[in-house]
């Protein structure tokens, strides 16, 4: 077992194998509520809700959704901030046996008949701020009823008044509308108890989407058995219990928002301390008054509360944990983020973790008690991984690099409607297992840590040698001047493509020729010519996505429409 999985030797106290319930995320979540039932299970914006509490909701609005029609078998669309509205309505979906499609509260109408009619969505629940774009494109769906809600349905009173007198009042009234129900009428009143439907572990559950900022996404069909093993993972890995608490921070729409932050704090019995909009600002003040025990977020977050004054003057010794992910966590963020929560009673390290939409989310991470150079850790209980070679299923020597492979319990069903995206991505390997080929280039060393390289797709050919965005960017942010840093690959004639930085500087002011000069020389110090910029662009901010990583695909396709534009490029 140990030459197959030589990571066992550092899980500590954690257990080498689960045993997963035979049930649904309802069931199991139930199974929590039964265990503790007065403990907290959220708190939003200051309210709190008891695991008995949060179970009364969920069943509610299972009710009311079986009286507008929701059954086993259906799907509902859940369009919504990190709110109780939203995971209410996610869990109360599963007890019926509906699959529950999460999408972006800020989609646009195009992007939300895209989504609405991919899944064949019977309804849907959004805020009444966002009925004018559902009501834009529904007769051109499946949906029959659209669900409204307002954020202050769930606010203390102080805080309602408060959100209504500084945005609630701006929002549109909605008109009358045959298709419109609202969410309080609804849990404001009484249904049969509806049983739970009799459904698989293995049958569909959720609908997340995977996709940059250019490209149809792909729906990833998630099962209970997948969000049940990621939680439970999570909650042993953290020993994430009843006296513990996490910020989620990363939205629901997204699997580590989703699989993380609130269904593992769920299968372990803590508190998830939902956060419907968050800046470094918000974190910051809520880390102060919280206190939580663990938080995961991206580069960007953690990069933004380095500078933040309330960080920096709370008391951090809560910590239990900080996990970055999603994003290549530069060396300088994690010192800067560390120094503070040491002078600020905290001994916590910020560890980096790794994980996919198609296999839930976070699914390996640095243990608790141990640190290596640039590496995302070892798989959860459970899980295997290995790196093959490039373009086959041959696993690769120790400390090659090749593609991440990832087999266990948490991989997901496949993509929506896709058999032959699915069919490229879970393939069967020679020992007979189904892998779940990532697209991610990495490497593991004999101890079997992981260290990823990047997205196989993201990797720039220069000159015929393999050039590696986020070591150029590592090189880039180490130079004192820049704050930030994005490389990308430009198509060019004599090079293949030739590589471009995007850079952000501290002090704006310090723009200038003579800076990119000094910038393309500390390049020049520290890595392979090839790999320099040919290229230096200022920005004063980047581009990022909808959780806060660096949209290098926005920069790549402004590029390109510029090449296109001067007549230099005619190709995609």
Known sequence: MYEQKPWLRFYGDVPATLTYPDATMYESLIRTVNRYPEAPAYDFMGRRASYRAFAEEINRCAGALAELGLKQGDRITISMPTSPQGIICFYAANKLGAAASMIHPLSTAKEIEFYLTVSESAMALTLDAFYGKFAEVLERTKAHTLILTRIGDYLPPLKRLGFYLAKGRKIPPVPADRRVRWWRDLMGRIYPEVPPAPLSPDDPAVILYSGGTTGIPKGIMLSNRNFISEGMQVAAWGNLGKDASILAILPIFHGFGLGVCVNAAFMGGGMSILVPTFTAATVAQLIKKKKPSFMVGVPTLYDALTRDPVFARADLSCFRATFSGADHLPRQVKERFEAIVRRR?????????????????????????????????????????????????????????????????????????????????????????????????????????????????????????????????????????????????????????RVKAFVVLKDPSHESEKTKIRITEHCRDNLIKWSCPREIEFRRELPKTRIGKVAFRELEEEELAKLKESGQYTGR
């Open 345 to 497: 009673g905290g001994t916590v390290k910020l560890l980096e973790g790794y994980g996919l939409t198609e296999a839930v989310t976070a699914i390996m991470a640095m243990p608790l008690s141990e640190y290596r150079e640039g590496s995302i850790g070892i798989p959860f209980p459970d899980m295997l991984a290995k790196v093959v070679k490039t373009g086959t299923t041959e696993e690769a020597p120790t400390g090659e690099d090749g593609e991440l492979c990832i087999h266990g319990p948490a991989v997901m069903l496949g993509y929506l409607n896709q058999p032959k995206e699915t069919a490229q991505a879970l393939r069967k390997h020679d020992d007979g297992k189904i892998w779940l080929h990532t697209g991610d280039l990495a490497s593991m060393d004999s101890d079997g840590f992981f260290y990823f390289k990047l997205r196989l797709k993201r990797m720039i050919k220069s000159s015929g040698f393999n050039v590696y965005p986020s070591q150029v960017e590592e090189v880039l942010c180490r130079h004192s001047d820049v704050a930030e840093a994005c490389v990308i690959g430009i198509p060019d004639e004599q090079q293949v493509e």
